[in-house]
């Protein structure tokens, strides 16, 4: 499978195949019709605001700038939607390789006796206080802001503010540190104009034209004096935080061509992702933490091999009566071992959910350390991620019935309906909660109503059908047959020494896995909160099979020793030991958003922690059917490999 794989793709590389959206654009002077499919407009695009101040991204329209009704905007998938993204066009367009010097967009005007032009300016006030952000776009690129930062180095942002205020203190905040001139105190200064710079490189031996390899943008603020002839010079534009009367903002534009003979068209997103400041950070950080776990995960491998080695090769040479009465440790709970665990409907249904979301991921991530989902194609991995797991109901409910069956249940109907609604309505429940407060707030976040209709109508007519075919073969299969019987009266567990106890033992068990992801987890918080691009893949997917490897050696280290204290309540125990993790994950992200986030507000504070328990709910359930696998198969090899009398 993984080598018809690789050969597909690398034949879609020598065959010159592009994913859809992701094909390169030639651009061509106006009249040059020399090329075929040579475009010589060029669109911009603007997507939603952010800011790493609020969670709550708005539409380019909410902030009354200058924009383009009449055109259709672009279609969007099903990821774009869920993470807010609202690409439309703008009025700025120009010609390829003709540049353009100060040329007007557009002249907003505002009267604060005026209500509804009182909310308007209020509004634009408010984006510039939480330092809200523009993301344009130009032939699927981010235009980028690049400005130098500390070390001579050189920061490209893929979007820039719409302006900055300075305190009545004469304090500058966020962007306005970056001009001497922004002195006005309790000002607000507004980037009304941008200089446009697109470079391009061009394809001379396949006549192919040109295409653009970057775009990049310097915001600006003028106070242009002659709306009708504006010049792009003098002082800043800037709104006194009580202004009353009428405020007029003119917002302008400049555009210049460089072509660019070093940067192909393959490589154009490079120049962005390594002028990250933290990329070397992150490589250092995460060999660091993988060399940490592989050793650790060894030591762990290690000890279970020569313990569980010399453990059976001392049972196995017991022949005598007397020998067997001598007997302890693992072997004693022979006959309880798998006896079918209390609350065995919620596990199995825990378990279904589990394995859905642990092919899900796999699958996910696969896919995009192959290229398919990178950061040009935009929602693509959102989209993935929810068809994979629409379409993964069949094992979702194949697993929870036939584990439900061999724990000797009964009421099929109930372990099938709870498998295809109870985690998954939590989520929903969840999310929906959050997609009022959004609604609430107006924020582009918000999913619009038919949306949430298509999102209930997967749920409804496709995996939950999926689920209950999963479960009738789940069920229509005979029960797991188990090594050893099961005696009919239970074994009385001894008194167990605190290390063995349930809780020491499970609140230790997820300290190991945490461990191996807690660097990456910051990055990816960073890229979800704090807008930042997240594209090594080929890293997370390593951390992902490592995070596998060290919950199951983690749990079935320590389920072999509370089987050897003779405690056999191990099906729920290897469950919430590794899912403990996900507890970890839980305090890590209240102490992110303590320490590294600037968010305020009430609705914001309610939708971080409402969208972090959804994904803490995620990371329990996969890392929790990791545990309990390895040790039902650890238990199932150690019981079936020796001597039972």
């Given amino acids: 499978m993984l080598r018809w794989l690789l050969g597909v793709a690398l034949w879609a590389r020598a065959a010159a195949f592009y994913l859809p959206g992701l094909a390169p654009v030639s ?3 106006p ?3 020399q090329v075929p499919d040579c475009k010589s407009t060029i669109e911009l ?3 939603r605001l952010d800011s790493v101040e609020s969670v709550l991204p708005y539409e380019y329209t909410a902030f009354d700038l200058c924009s383009e009704k009449t055109l259709k905007r672009p279609s969007e ?5 869920l993470f807010g993204e609202r690409i439309e066009p703008s009025p700025y367009k120009f010609e390829f390789k003709k540049p353009a010097t100060c040329q007007k967009v557009c002249t907003r005007t505002y009267n604060t006796n005026d209500p509804s032009d009182k909310v308007k300016l209020d509004f634009l006030k408010k984006g510039m206080l939480l330092n809200y952000q523009h993301h344009w776009i130009v032939d699927n690129m981010p235009v980028t802001w690049c400005y130098d930062v500390e070390d001579g180095q050189k920061f490209c942002n893929p979007g820039f503010p719409i302006g900055c205020f300075v305190t009545e203190a004469g304090r500058p ?12 105190k309790d000002a607000f200064y507004i980037f009304n104009h941008v200089d446009i710079t697109i470079h391009y490189h061009i394809v001379e031996h396949e006549q192919l034209g040109a295409r653009l390899v970057a ?13 009708d002839s504006p010049v792009c010079s003098g002082g800043p534009k800037f709104l006194k935080s009580k202004h009353t009367g009428v405020f007029e903002i003119p917002y302008t534009y400049s555009v210049n061509f460089v072509e660019d003979k070093n940067i192909r068209w393959a490589s154009r997103w490079d120049y962005i992702l390594e002028s990250m400041p933290h990329t070397n950070i992150q490589w250092f950080s995460i060999m660091n933490s993988l060399v940490i776990v592989l050793f650790l995960s060894g030591m762990v491998a290690m000890i279970m091999l020569r313990t569980l080695h010399k453990d059976i090769a001392r049972y196995n040479q017991m022949d005598s009566v007397e020998d067997a009465q001598e007997e302890f440790g693992w072997k004693l709970v022979h006959g309880d071992v798998f006896r079918p665990p209390r609350k065995g409907m919620l596990l199995s249904v825990f378990l279904g959910s589990g394995t859905q979301i642990f092919i899900m991921t796999f699958v996910t991530l696969f896919f995009a350390c192959l290229g398919f989902l990178s950061p040009a194609n935009r929602g693509a991995l959102m989209t993935c991620a929810v068809v994979l797991w629409v379409l993964l109901g069949t094992p979702a409910g194949y697993v929870a019935a036939r584990l439900y069956k061999s724990f000797g249940g009964e009421k099929w109907k109930t372990n099938v309906l709870l498998t295809a609604f109870l985690c998954p309505g939590v989520v929903f429940a969840d999310f929906f909660v959050m997609n009022l407060i959004l609604w609430g707030e107006g924020s582009s976040a918000a999913m619009p109503f038919g949306t949430l209709v298509a999102i209930l109508a ?7 059908p999926l689920t209950f075919l999963g479960a009738y073969f789940g069920f229509k299969k005979t029960g797991i047959e188990h090594p050893v019987r099961t005696n009919q009266i239970p074994r009385q567990v001894p008194e167990q020494s605190f290390y063995t106890k349930p809780l020491p033992g499970i609140v230790m068990g997820g300290i190991l896995p945490f461990g191996c992801i807690f660097i990456q987890l910051f990055f990816i918080l960073n890229s979800i909160w704090s807008h930042q ?3 090594m893949f080929g890293f997370l997917f390593l951390v992902f099979i490592i995070l596998v490897i060290t919950c199951s050696e983690a749990t079935i280290l320590l389920c072999y020793f509370h089987l050897c204290a003779e405690d056999y309540h191990w099906q729920w125990r290897s469950f919430l030991t590794s899912g403990f993790t996900a507890v970890y994950f839980l305090v890590y992200a209240i102490h992110y958003f303590f320490s590294k986030l600037q968010i305020t507000g009430l609705a914001s504070t309610i939708l971080y922690f409402g969208y972090t328990m959804i994904m803490a709910l995620i990371f329990f359930l996969f890392t929790g059917s990791i545990g309990f696998f390895s040790c039902f198969w650890f238990v199932t090899k150690i019981y079936s490999v020796v001597k039972v009398d």
């Fill in 27 to 29: 651009f061509c002077e």
């Fill in 31 to 33: 009249g040059k019709d």
């Fill in 45 to 47: 695009f603007v997507n």
């Fill in 77 to 81: 998938n099903l990821g774009q939607v």
């Fill in 173 to 184: 905040k966020d962007a306005c540190v970056v001009n001497s001139n922004f002195n006005e």
């Fill in 215 to 227: 775009a990049k943008i310097e915001p600006k603020s003028y106070e242009h004096p002659n709306e």
């Fill in 458 to 464: 997967l749920w409804f007519c496709i995996s939950v």
């Fill in 533 to 535: 691009m997240y594209y």
